[in-house]
């Protein structure tokens, strides 16, 4: 028997969205793209037994039930103009594709209920494979996932890994094995390097001035897990009650958003006098790979919720967290990602 | 030249507006949806009812 490597594992999961959380992409409207993480997104089954039920005369059990199902997992990847343009759109909600081959535009913001929008997120499959056929190792899809949400970390230095996405995704518990999905050719993804970064921040230029030393952003759904369980919301196996249920809708809650940065700090510097007031501006990042591939993602209003001294590297740095606002115009986040690959999230 | 998008209001209104962030966040946070161009439906001249006889004579 041959061992089997993580190195075989191959991803594809959907660019375009599914039409309903219980009906799975096909194929076609899949992609793959590596990821630099192993983790798996292993389906949970959670079982219960009988052990609290009298009338057995001991306390042990005697029966187990299949419940429910989980899904869920983790994409690591570095940054490139593909991924960040799908975990936009996926991860925020509300797309709005514009543009032609080769240059696809995809403007994102938050769904907003109170103006009409849904407040279930678009739903995608997520298939996992190694080795799939007559020798199959793990062949299985993931119906019904969302993006939970996204990380984006700028680092400085030379390397790819100081431009990174992590996504993480939650699914509905519909697990279809073996997925039955031809994996499609690997995506070629054009990366977006930190040294592309341009940022301004509740004006000041950190890119220009040569002060900024890292950044992190991020966005989560936290996903009403527990919400999409409802009264008919559903089987692993449709009609087969002791198969376990699934999830019905995946509904985002209390959504939060975060930018925090390190800078150099020197006389002059802006930070702590911007605490002390709480004056507020945007804060505008962009990382590009050419005229056709970039993502630039604007938080509408932030103010400083901290800025502290410290040091990187010997040198005089201040780390400040920013506190995302809601503009009345513009909301609380955009984003604008362009890419060369059409049907994403549509 | 800018590109274009069509959007529709949460009340129905279709609109053809330029796709910039600009234009397209402000819209979108209000509950406008991209849409497909509304369909122009114009009369076919060779249906009888498109016209009078004298005319179509």
């Known amino acids: 028997?041959?061992?089997t490597r993580?190195?075989?594992?191959?991803i594809c999961f959907g660019k375009q969205k599914q039409a309903d959380i219980g009906s799975a992409n096909t194929g076609v409207q899949m992609w793959q793209l590596r990821k630099l993480n192993a983790a798996l997104a292993n389906p949970k089954?959670?079982?219960?037994?009988?052990?609290e039920e009298f009338g057995k005369g001991h306390e042990f059990p005697t029966q187990s039930f299949q419940t429910s199902w989980d899904v869920n997992g983790t994409l690591e990847k570095y940054l490139g103009a593909e991924i960040g343009a799908w975990a936009m759109a996926y991860g925020l909600?509300?797309?709005?594709?514009s543009g032609t081959t080769p240059n696809f535009t995809y403007t994102c913001t938050p769904l907003i209920p109170a103006n009409g929008d849904a407040a279930e997120l678009p739903y995608f499959s997520f298939v996992e494979q190694i080795r799939p056929g007559a020798g199959v190792v793990a062949d299985r899809m993931a119906v019904g996932c969302v993006v939970e949400g996204w990380t984006i970390s700028i680092g400085s230095g030379p390397g790819r890994a100081?431009?990174?996405?992590?996504v993480e995704f939650v699914g509905s518990g519909k697990v279809t094995e073996p997925s039955g999905i031809t994996m499609p050719a690997a995506t070629l993804e054009k990366l977006l390097p930190s040294a592309s970064l341009a940022l301004t921040i509740n004006g000041v230029n950190y890119v220009s001035n040569k002060n900024i030393v890292s950044l992190e952003t991020s966005w989560k759904n936290n996903v009403r897990l527990d919400g999409g369980f409802y009264p008919g919301s559903g089987f692993q196996t449709p009609g087969d009650g002791a198969s376990g249920a699934i999830?019905?809708?995946?509904?985002?809650?209390?959504r939060q958003g975060t930018l925090k940065f390190v800078a150099r700090f020197e006389n002059g510097s802006t930070e702590l006098t911007k605490l002390k007031s709480q004056s507020t501006g945007t804060a505008v990042m962009s990382l590009t790979y050419d005229a056709n591939n970039s993502l630039e993602i604007t938080w509408q209003k932030v103010s400083f919720a901290t800025a502290e001294l410290g040091e990187t590297d010997g040198i005089v740095t201040v780390s400040v967290e920013c506190l995302p606002m809601w503009d009345v115009t513009n909301g609380v986040v955009s984003a604008v990602a362009k890419c060369n690959v059409d049907g994403i999230c549509q | 030249m800018t590109d274009t998008v069509h959007m529709r209001s949460p009340e129905g209104v279709v609109q053809e507006v330029e796709a910039t962030p600009t234009t397209l966040v402000p819209l979108m946070l209000r509950g406008w949806q991209q849409c497909e161009p509304r369909e122009e439906v114009t009369p076919d001249v060779r249906d009888a009812d498109a016209g009078t006889s004298d005319l179509l004579r």
């Open chain 1, 1 to 3: 028997m041959s061992v």
């Open chain 1, 6 to 10: 993580m190195q075989e594992l191959q």
């Open chain 1, 45 to 51: 089954l959670n079982t219960e037994n009988d052990a």
């Open chain 1, 93 to 97: 909600g509300k797309v709005v594709k």
């Open chain 1, 162 to 166: 100081n431009s990174k996405i992590t």
């Open chain 1, 247 to 254: 999830r019905g809708r995946l509904e985002f809650g209390n």
